[in-house]
Structures are given as C-alpha cells and as structure tokens.
C-alpha cells in the first residue's frame, strides 16, 4: 500500500507470517515467532494486517494472474515473445506456458493463508473491538474475494481455512460449497461493521478508502449473488439478493452515507492525475517509488501499451470488440483516437504505409490493433488524463491505482439484477440511464432505456458492464467473468475458429494522420478493411474444461485431488 506503509513493518510482519504457515509450528519453535507470541498489541496485528495487503498487491503486481481473461472478446495479446500463455487462453486451449495458472492460483492462497492466520490469531490480542473488527473484516474480506477469483476460474477448489498442514490431501470442495464458504466469509465482513469512510493513514489516503469498507464489501455481496444466479450453478433466485445488496450501496450513496458516485467526465475515471477518486470503491494501492519491480510495484503501464509502442502488448483489444464498442466519451477515454508512432506520427490504428489495404506487412504501427489507455499516462506531469496527441511515458512501473469495483459497476448490477428479479424497473432503469448518459454523446441511448422490457433491460445492463470495463482485467468482475456468468464464452470460441468475415472499416473510408511534421493527410481506403483477429483456433470445445483453467500442474503433482 502506498509508501505510508512503512517498509519496515512490511519485512518484520512477512517474515513473521512466512514462518506462521511453515510444518515448524508443530514442533518447538525455539525463539522464532508464532502466532501465540505475536499477536499481543496493536502494532503487531496492524503488521499483519499490512502483510495481508502486501499479498493483495503482489496479486496484480503483473499480468501473470489475469492471462486467463483473454477468453473474454475485450482482450487478446500480440504474437510472439512470452505470450504462448495469453494466447492460449484466448483460443481456450491447454497452454505450454503455464505461468498464468500457476501465479494465478499461488498468490490467491498466499491472500489466504495470512487472511487465515488473522482471523484464527488477531482476536487472542486484546486489542479495542473497533480495531479487531477492522483486522477481521479485512481478513475475511479478502479470503472471500481470493476463493471468488478462483472459483470463476477453476471450478471446484481445495478449502484452507486454519493453516493446518495436509500433506497435500485436502480434497475438491464443489463449486456450491466454496460459494456457501465465500458468503459465509462476506456476512461475517459486514458484521464486523467496517467504517464506511476511514480516515487514518494507511486506512486511507487523499480523502479516499484504501481498507475495505463496508460499502466494498455490500457491492461484492451483489456480485457474488449474481454469480450464483448464473452459471455454473443457476439459482435465479439469487438475483433478488444481489439487487436487494446493490441496493443498499445506492441508497447510501444517495443519502450521503457513501462518499461515492460517478465522475461527472468518463475521461477522468482512468486518468493518472485524479489517482484517488471517489467513483472507485474497492482499489489497490501501489508504491510511490515506480521501477523497483517489486510486489508492491504495477507493472501494468507497459502490459496495456502495443508492442511496437515501447510496451509489452498484453492486453490488447480484440478488433470486433472495439468495433461494436458504442461511440461517445467512454470509447475516446478507454481507448487511444489516435496512434503516436516514435517519430511523433499519429495515425489511425488500421493505416498502413502505402494505403492498400493490410498485408501483413505494410501497417504502420504492427500491431494493427487499437490501444487500451487505462494506464497509459503522458510523458512529463501527469496532471491530467491520457491525451494521445502528447507523447506518453515508456516506464514499466507506475502506482496508478487498480480498480478493482467501481460504482457504476454497482448501478449495473443492480440494473441488470432487478430485472432479471422482476422488482423495481423503475430504479433499475434509472440506474442504467445514470452510466449512459455520461458513456454516450447520443440522448436517444439514454431515452430508449424507458421503453425496455425487463430482459431487454438485463441484456443492455449486461452488455453495459462489458463495455464499462472492457479490456480492464483488473477488475472483480471482468467482461470474461461476465460471459463465464451468463454461459457465453463458447460464442467466443465459435468466433475465434470461423470465418471472421465482419468488414470493420468500410471502403472508401477517410483515413485521418498526421506527419511527424505536424501536416495532416488524409486517404481514402482501396478495399474494405475486413475484421480478422489472426488467430489459429484448432483445439476443440470441451464443455466445462474448455471454460474452467486447468488445474496448475505443480500443484497437480503434488495434490492429486486436483482432477476434473
């Protein structure tokens, strides 16, 4: 979190928790620290607290944990270099490259296990009951957010609830069970009675929660409901639990309770000079001092930026994405007008050197894809959002802040909730108008929410959602956990092996550039610009193992339970 974390703490706390989860406990410590001579004051259960959150960071420190979100249509990755694992994902095939898996399912038990050492341990402290319940919530929080990770990727999972060693037998826990297990860790959140608004450093900082609140943990009650209403489980009746849990995020957002809402310019959700803004819910936290590659560091300014625009080519935007994204102020925010090539050139994303259309070989910048600017920041000052005309900064590291829930998110899913429950179109409907009218430059997008029925309302609510976090593979709920929910990633797959035969750019279209001379020019294209993802799509669907991610296979090897 930040640098008002002390380093210090951080050393001293996981050095203590990488001992507490060692076979040693069983036997004679001999001096070193366990969790009956640690937790014994404030200052140590804080120290643990910070080792949680020191977790929490190294989750999203890189791309390797979200590569399993390229199933959903917002994301691909370029070709080449050490991306076998993210193109895997994207054609829903067993990967060679198994990072994504093993770092995706390793760090979510890392959160576990000292969540878990917290919630057996912080109460034997003596410490005030208002700072307990905030170490607890915070323990229970965020070992429910990991098995929610996990259980939208793998399925069934190994439960670990008290660090007791198991010489690698525990068995599969079904998909229902570990549900009933996160819901259970969620209650138990907000009976902790979290503050709604902290105001302490490191609870906070500029005005805004860094802990979670008790907001944070309502809005991920909503989704969680949700998610059992949909696939694998289906249990429909959950959609009146989630909007009931929206609902009541609303209605404290609107009294005044909840010092959130939506920024007034979509433009500023994503821009590094408005780091810490009240839209944003739940978020990560990461250093002040970029570049010391570090748990604590975001490695993600280069994962979102092209290949051949100094960055490391990811995420980036699926082409039929982009091109179905509706028009308006969140597509200018989410992603890049325009190119800016080296040399200063902006260029549309699909111009090709000498106007023909794309061979291969003739695109200027090589990628031939559109860009996510979620954290792309300008070169210089950042005092302002992401302006593609500038030259923007080539760093690796950055501590732009990680969105993990927003409250236009919340506003959806009660939108999409309500009306899969049948209850409150009214609300629900004003609720989908309240994203639209800041997403869209068209009022008809706005007005034509009044005339929907209540599935015609889900649908755009669903598709909404897609749209307000698309290529963001940070987020709780990502536009592939979307599709996971509502059993549509095969539509995915059927697209990525057929023809791909959408014509993306019509001919005779004006393509706008600009020389490294400032001078704009202008062509007209030859041909139609037809939509092609270029990818090889040849493993075939197999149902519930082409949705789920394989079971890593070190853990495989040393757990055998772990079988589909």
């Known amino acids: ?163 007791e060693p198991d010489n690698n037998t525990t068995p599969l826990t079904s998909v229902e069970d570990v549900y009933k297990q996160i819901v259970e860790d969620l209650d138990n959140a907000e009976k902790c009675n979290l503050p709604a608004k902290y105001t302490q450093s490191p609870q906070a900082i500029d005005g805004q929660n860094l802990y979670v609140s008790q907001q944070a943990v309502k809005s991920t009650l909503a989704a969680v409901y949700m998610s059992m209403a949909g696939y694998p489980l289906n249990k429909t009746e959950y959609y009146q639990k989630a909007a009931q849990k929206a609902k ?151 501590n732009k802040r990680h969105q993990l829930i927003r409250y236009s998110e919340v506003l959806l899913w009660y939108a999409e909730s309500a009306a899969r429950a049948n209850m409150d179109l009214t609300g629900a409907k004003n609720a989908l108008k309240q994203v639209r009218q800041r997403a869209y430059a068209d009022v008809s997008k706005v007005t034509e929410v009044d005339n929907m029925s209540a599935e015609q309302l889900a649908e755009a609510a669903y598709q909404e959602h897609g749209y307000e976090v698309g290529g963001y593979v940070l987020a709780m709920v990502t536009r592939r956990s979307d599709e996971f929910r509502m059993n549509r990633l095969k539509e995915n797959y059927d697209y990525r092996s057929g023809a791909q035969d959408l014509i993306l750019v019509p001919k005779g279209t004006v393509t706008h550039s600009m020389d490294n001379e400032g001078k704009a020019f202008t062509y007209n294209l030859q041909e139609d610009l037809v939509l092609k993802e270029n990818m090889s799509v040849t493993a075939p669907w197999n149902d519930v193992k082409s949705i789920y991610q394989d079971y890593p296979p070190k853990e495989v090897e040393k757990n055998p339970n772990l079988q589909r």
Not at 60 to 68: H, L, W, Y
Not at 85 to 91: E, G, I, N, P, V
Not at 101 to 118: P, S
Not at 280 to 291: A, H, K
Request: aromatic residues 14%.
């Open 1 to 163: 979190m930040k640098n008002k974390i002390l380093s210090g703490c951080l050393m001293a706390a996981s050095m203590f928790l990488a001992s507490s989860c060692s076979d040693f406990l069983t036997e004679d410590p001999k001096g070193r620290l366990t969790p009956e001579s640690f937790y014994t004051n404030q200052n140590e259960v804080d120290m643990a607290v910070y080792a949680l959150y020191a977790k929490v960071q190294a989750y999203q420190c890189n791309s390797n944990p979200m590569i399993s979100y390229c199933q959903g249509d917002d994301v691909t990755s370029t070709t080449g270099s050490n991306k076998a694992a993210y193109l895997s994902a994207d054609a829903f095939e067993s990967p060679t490259d198994t990072k994504g898996l093993e770092d995706g399912w390793k760090r979510m038990y890392h959160i576990i296990l000292v969540a878990n050492d917290i919630i057996d341990n912080a109460p034997q402290s003596g410490i005030s009951q208002e700072n307990l319940n905030i170490a607890m919530g915070q323990a229970y929080y965020w070992r429910a957010y990991a098995y929610y990770t996990l259980v939208r990727l793998f399925g069934p999972l190994p439960i670990n609830l008290h660090n």
């Open 248 to 398: 009541e995020v609303i209605d404290g957002v609107e009294n005044g309770t909840y010092d959130h809402g939506l920024l007034s310019d979509w433009k500023e959700v994503y821009s590094y000079g408005n780091n810490h803004h009240y839209e944003t819910i739940l978020g990560i936290d990461y250093n002040s001092t970029t570049g010391g590659w570090t748990e604590g560091d975001s490695q993600l300014s280069s994962c979102h930026q092209l290949n051949s625009l100094q960055g490391w080519g990811d995420f980036i935007p699926e082409r039929k994405f982009w091109f179905n994204y509706p028009e308006g102020p969140r597509k200018d925010a989410v992603f890049a007008k325009q190119l800016r090539t080296s040399n200063g050139t902006l260029v549309d994303w699909w111009a090709t050197q000498d106007g023909k259309p794309y061979d291969g070989t003739n695109a200027v910048v090589s990628d031939y894809r559109p860009m996510y600017v979620a954290f792309t920041v300008n070169d210089g000052p950042a005092a302002a959002p992401y302006d593609y005309t500038q030259p923007f900064w080539g760093g690796m590291c950055i």
